[in-house]
């Protein structure tokens, strides 16, 4: 029997007034796998992300997590549904009046009963694995903005959810930076089995950290598969994208 998938999307559709940005959007994403949710600005990327965790309902279809609807879910099942769910935002969405260390810390305090000493343990070793560690007491505006990248992930990652969305990890970073991110994606996705669903203009990126990536336009799945198979797609604009390499 197959296993349950980490996330399914039924036929998703949302407008914002008379612009419909989603139209009829189905995916299915097993566990432990990478996609990459590819496409041009204004596609519906983000909106999708954001379905997913719940920040925004969807005026037809279902979202799934690992099995739970989140349709018509009270505010404490979305809010035990969202434990499972780490989101990278793609400004890092650090608080700026508390340290970094603080900001890792903030959902272990707020979603778990660990004593005080406990929880900067686990909030100095989340930032260990992301390179950070010795910037526990450091304020967010001090950081560069791959430092600022690292910290939301390492945030993101502070209750060891299955399932990590990532928003734009290569917006705003120089290519080194943007290669040192994705190779902390990757040894998220390969150590943990975690779920990781990204949003990118950036196709190096989606080629690195992508077992699977889905082209969206106008709303809709242009093309789906791996790297290789997009490269072969018969559509001319799925073609075109996946050879600017340059994206970001």
Same mark, same amino acid.
């Given at each position: 029997?197959?296993?349950?998938?980490?996330?399914?999307?039924?036929?998703?559709?949302?407008?914002?007034?008379?612009?419909?940005?989603?139209?009829?959007?189905?995916?299915?994403?097993?566990?432990?796998? %990478?996609?990459?949710?590819? /496409?041009? @600005?204004?596609?519906?990327? =983000?909106?999708?992300? !954001?379905? $997913?965790?719940? #920040?925004?309902?969807?005026?037809?279809?279902?979202?799934?997590?690992? %099995?739970?609807?989140?349709? /018509?879910? @009270?505010?404490?099942?979305? =809010?035990?549904?969202? !434990?499972? $769910?780490?989101? #990278?935002?793609?400004?890092?969405?650090?608080?700026?009046?508390?340290?970094?260390?603080?900001?890792?810390?903030?959902?272990?305090?707020?979603?778990?009963?660990?004593?005080?000493?406990?929880?900067?343990?686990?909030?100095?070793?989340?930032?260990?694995?992301?390179?950070?560690?010795?910037?526990?007491?450091?304020?967010?505006?001090?950081?560069?903005?791959?430092?600022?990248?690292?910290?939301?992930?390492?945030?993101?990652?502070?209750?060891?959810?299955?399932?990590?969305?990532?928003?734009?990890?290569?917006?705003?970073?120089?290519?080194?930076?943007?290669?040192?991110?994705?190779?902390?994606?990757?040894?998220?996705?390969?150590?943990?089995?975690?779920?990781?669903?990204?949003?990118?203009?950036?196709?190096?990126?989606?080629?690195?950290?992508?077992?699977?990536?889905?082209?969206?336009?106008?709303?809709?799945?242009?093309?789906?598969?791996?790297?290789?198979?997009?490269?072969?797609?018969?559509?001319?604009?799925?073609?075109?994208?996946?050879?600017?390499?340059?994206?970001?």
């Amino acid at each position: 029997m197959a296993p349950e998938a980490a996330v399914r999307l039924e036929r998703l559709t949302k407008s914002f007034g008379t612009l419909r940005v989603l139209d009829g959007v189905t995916l299915e994403v097993p566990p432990a796998q %990478g996609y990459c949710i590819l /496409g041009r @600005s204004g596609t519906g990327k =983000s909106v999708l992300l !954001r379905h $997913i965790v719940g #920040l925004i309902v969807p005026d037809e279809g279902r979202v799934f997590v690992e %099995g739970d609807e989140l349709t /018509g879910l @009270s505010s404490r099942e979305m =809010s035990r549904i969202r !434990r499972r $769910i780490g989101f #990278l935002f793609q400004n890092a969405a650090l608080f700026d009046s508390i340290s970094v260390g603080e900001n890792v810390a903030f959902p272990l305090r707020r979603h778990t009963t660990l004593p005080d000493p406990a929880v900067r343990e686990k909030a100095l070793e989340k930032l260990r694995q992301v390179g950070l560690d010795r910037d526990f007491d450091t304020m967010p505006a001090a950081l560069s903005g791959g430092m600022r990248k690292r910290a939301g992930l390492a945030r993101a990652m502070a209750l060891d959810p299955p399932i990590l969305l990532v928003d734009e990890p290569s917006a705003g970073l120089d290519p080194v930076t943007s290669a040192e991110i994705d190779a902390l994606l990757l040894d998220v996705k390969r150590s943990r089995g975690t779920t990781l669903i990204a949003v990118t203009h950036n196709v190096p990126s989606a080629r690195a950290i992508g077992d699977v990536l889905v082209f969206l336009h106008q709303g809709r799945i242009l093309a789906q598969g791996a790297a290789s198979e997009l490269d072969r797609s018969p559509e001319p604009m799925v073609q075109e994208f996946m050879r600017s390499e340059g994206s970001g």
